[in-house]
């Protein structure tokens, strides 16, 4: 008996995974034998705690469809998402179609709306900026696309991540351009709610990173005089232990004294 399927899978949108879950069918199909159905075991839902398993040798059914899948790069998080699209699919066709068709139906609308909102909003702008102006014009693109965002964002779209940064990015390229940018427009020329919001946002990460580089600088101050020491004792060890304080950053990397120090350790070692 031949117990091989054929799905319509053409609601899948994205390709990859669409193209991961015709190589699942397609390894399914290759474990069906004449006496054993290799769907039902996917109908089982079995399949969800066996791909992290490794398979006797005997496990012919298995070992046909993961080592398939594997062969055609499934692996971590792609394999898990295929395995739950092929179950809801082998279990639940019609359901599994219409939510995929719903979806698509909500990024198809997201879509027009960006694409309006570049068409009628943003291109106009860059049109008006372009014999130069100043970021303080900004304030009410950005709140528009804000709002925006807020009303489509469901899930990563990689799209509109790209044109939140291209959008924001009008107002700076650093958090802390965008916070004195915000400051200045919201106190004399333009205010929303949204934007406000944003403002306070951006001021969070600055005070952050304000609070993480004074941390860093403080151990960068206090670490110096340890690679001094190190530097004018040549003891390999005390080199080590000083370039080595248990943490790390770029800022600490450029010092003179830590190049000095990773310098003369590379020669006392090559000694």
């Given at each position: ?29 290759l ?5 054993a ?65 719903e ?169």
């Open positions: 008996m031949n117990f091989h399927r054929a799905y319509d899978i053409s609601c899948v949108a994205d390709s990859l995974r669409k193209k991961g879950l015709e190589n699942a069918i397609e390894a399914v199909n474990a069906c034998t004449a006496d159905d290799a769907w039902l075991y996917v109908e089982s839902k079995k399949i969800y705690d066996d791909y992290n398993k490794d398979f006797a040798p005997h496990e012919i059914m298995k070992n046909t469809i993961f080592n398939h899948m594997k062969l055609h790069g499934h692996s971590g998080g792609s394999i898990s998402l295929t395995i739950h699209d092929l179950v809801n699919m082998a279990t639940e066709y019609s359901t599994w179609k219409r939510a995929h068709e979806q698509n139906s909500i990024c198809e609308g997201e879509k027009r709306v960006v694409d309006e909102f570049k068409r009628n909003t943003l291109v106009p702008y860059y049109v008006s900026m372009s014999g130069g102006g100043s970021r303080m014009t900004a304030g009410p693109i950005v709140s528009e696309f804000l709002e925006l965002y807020d009303r489509i964002k469901h899930q990563y779209n990689p799209e509109l991540t790209s044109l939140f940064e291209e959008v924001t990015d009008l107002l700076g390229t650093t958090f802390q351009e965008k916070l004195d940018v915000l400051n200045k427009i919201l106190d004399n020329t333009y205010s929303s709610p949204r934007l406000s919001n944003y403002r306070d946002a951006i001021k969070l990460r600055v005070d952050y990173q304000n609070k993480m580089n004074e941390i860093q600088d403080n151990l960068i101050t206090q670490q110096l005089p340890i690679l001094r020491a190190a530097i004018e004792s040549r003891n390999p060890v005390a080199l080590k232990a000083a370039l080595n304080p248990g943490w790390g950053s770029m800022r600490f990397f450029e010092q003179k004294e830590y190049k000095e120090a990773d310098a003369l350790l590379g020669k006392l070692q090559d000694t």
